[in-house]
C-alpha cells in the first residue's frame, strides 16, 4: 500500500473528530477507472456505481484535508436505515465489497472496527497518496452530483432512519426538487475577496473551504417531522454575508434580505402578543452575544445545558470566567426578555426551526413560480438585485400569513 504523506496525523480511530461518510458525488461517466483498480472489475453495475460514489467521496475529503480519515458503517443494520438517503445501491454487502476493492488495489488506508451499533468508534478509510494522484480525477468538474435523498430525517442522537412516506414528504420531495432544478437553471458566479482555488477546484480561505460544485439543497427533519426540517447543502451557506454580496446570479448584482428578530416573532405571535422592544439588546452585552445566548436558551432542553453551550461559546471567544459570565447572560437575557418565560430551556427551537423552513419553503416557491429562483441561508433570501422588492413583499406576505395562523392556533409552537 502506498505510504501517507509524513504530516499526516497518525493511529486515528473512528471518533467523533472523523468525517462521516456522504455519498453526494459520483464520477463522471467518460472516467476509466479500470488501469486502477486492477482485475476488480465490479460484479454488478451497482457495486460500481457505489464504489464510484465512495471514491469521490474520498477525493473531496482527501483534496481538502489529507490527514482527514472518514467513518463508515460495518454494522448491516444501518444500512437498512441510509439506503432512502443514499439510493438504491447503498447496501452493507457493496460497501463491504467497494471497501475491500479500494484497499487491496491500495487506493485507502483502512483502519476496521468490529461492527455494532451501539459501538462508540467506527471504522475509517483515508485516501493514499495512490488515490489522491489517480490521473483521471484530478478536478471537482470530473465528478458529479448524484441523485440524493432530498428529505432526510434523523434521531435524537443524530443519526439517519428510515421512514413511510406520507402525504407530506411526497409533497416536499416534490418542492426540493423542483427549488434544485430552479437553481440549476441559474449561472452562479463568485470572486469572493482572499478565496484562494486549489489546484482541485476547490475554494479556500483561514482554514475553510468550498466546494462551488455542491449546488443542491436537501432538508434535515429531527426526530420527526415537527422539529428541525431546514435547507442545507449549497455553498453559499457556508460564507458570511458580506461574501455573499460578491455572488452575481445570471451576471446580475446580488441583495439579501432576511427576517429581524425571527424566532422571537414567532414567539411572540403564537403568544397573541407583539414584540415591544429588541429581544437582543441588553445593556452591557455585546448584541452578538445576547443573541447567541437567547438562541441557545430556545435550543437547549436543561437549564443547565444552555449554561454550559453558553460557557463553551465564550470560551471560544477567549472570555475570561466563562461560566460565572454565561450564568450572568443567561440571567440578564430572562429579565430582558420575561414574555418568554416559559420558552426558556424547553428545546423549543427546533420547533421554530420548522416552521421557519416551511416559510423558507413558501418563500423559494413563490418566487420561483414567479420566475426569480432566490439562494436561501435559512431565514435569509439572496435575489438579483433589481428583484429586491418583490422579495421583500413576498417575504413579509409570507410571515403574515404565518404570524395569523400562530395566532389563530393553526400552527402550534409547544
Not at 429586491?388 to 413576498?394: A, E, N, P, Y
Request: hydrophobic share 40%; aromatic share 8%; charged share 25%.
Amino acid at each position: 500500500m502506498t505510504k501517507s504523506n509524513p504530516g499526516r496525523t497518525a493511529g486515528a480511530r473512528a471518533c467523533s473528530g472523523d468525517d462521516l461518510l456522504r455519498l453526494d458525488f459520483t464520477i463522471r461517466d467518460n472516467l476509466d477507472l479500470g488501469a486502477h483498480l486492477g482485475a476488480h472489475s465490479a460484479p454488478k453495475q451497482l457495486h460500481q456505481d457505489l464504489r464510484n460514489a465512495l471514491i469521490a467521496a474520498l477525493l473531496l475529503t482527501g483534496w481538502a484535508h489529507p490527514e482527514r480519515w472518514t467513518a463508515y458503517a460495518r454494522d448491516r443494520n444501518a444500512y437498512t436505515r441510509m439506503r432512502r438517503h443514499f439510493g438504491a445501491d447503498v447496501s452493507h454487502k457493496r460497501m463491504l465489497w467497494a471497501v475491500e476493492s479500494l484497499e487491496v488495489a491500495g487506493l485507502v488506508e483502512h483502519r476496521k472496527i468490529q461492527p455494532g451499533s451501539q459501538r462508540r468508534f467506527r471504522s475509517t478509510l483515508r485516501a493514499t497518496d495512490k488515490l489522491l494522484a489517480m490521473s483521471p480525477i484530478t478536478h471537482v468538474s470530473q465528478l458529479c452530483r448524484r441523485t440524493r435523498e432530498p428529505i432526510t430525517l434523523k434521531n435524537a442522537d443524530g443519526q439517519l432512519v428510515s421512514y413511510r412516506d406520507c402525504r407530506d414528504t411526497r409533497a416536499w420531495r416534490t418542492d426540493v426538487n423542483q427549488q434544485n432544478e430552479a437553481l440549476g437553471s441559474l449561472v452562479l458566479t463568485c470572486e469572493l475577496p482572499g478565496w484562494m482555488a486549489t489546484a482541485h477546484g476547490l475554494l479556500t480561505h483561514d482554514r475553510r473551504l468550498l466546494n462551488p460544485s455542491q449546488d443542491a439543497l436537501y432538508r434535515v427533519f429531527n426526530r420527526d417531522w415537527n422539529y428541525g426540517g431546514r435547507f442545507y447543502g449549497a455553498w453559499w451557506q457556508g460564507i458570511g454575508f458580506s461574501e455573499r454580496s460578491h455572488i452575481r446570479i445570471n451576471g446580475e448584482p446580488v441583495f439579501e434580505a432576511d427576517y429581524e428578530y425571527f424566532h422571537p416573532t414567532l414567539l411572540a405571535a403564537a403568544a397573541g402578543i407583539e414584540l415591544s422592544c429588541d429581544p437582543y439588546f441588553v445593556t452591557g452585552v455585546d448584541r452578538p452575544i445576547a443573541k447567541m445566548v437567547f438562541v441557545t436558551m430556545l435550543n437547549a432542553s436543561t437549564e443547565r445545558s444552555a449554561v454550559l453551550a453558553i460557557q463553551n461559546e465564550l470560551v471560544d471567544r477567549g472570555a475570561s470566567a466563562p461560566r460565572q459570565e454565561a450564568i450572568r447572560l443567561a440571567a440578564a437575557i430572562k429579565a430582558h426578555n420575561p414574555q418568554f418565560a416559559g420558552a426558556w430551556c424547553t428545546g423549543v427551537g427546533l420547533r421554530l426551526q420548522c416552521i421557519d423552513s416551511h416559510m423558507c419553503s413558501d418563500v423559494q416557491r413563490t418566487m420561483r413560480q414567479a420566475g426569480h429562483p432566490v439562494l436561501s441561508v435559512h431565514d435569509s433570501f439572496v435575489v438579483g438585485a433589481s428583484k429586491k422588492d418583490l422579495l421583500r413583499q413576498v417575504m413579509n406576505d409570507v410571515l403574515e400569513r404565518t404570524k395569523e395562523q400562530l395566532r389563530d392556533g393553526l400552527v402550534k409552537v409547544y
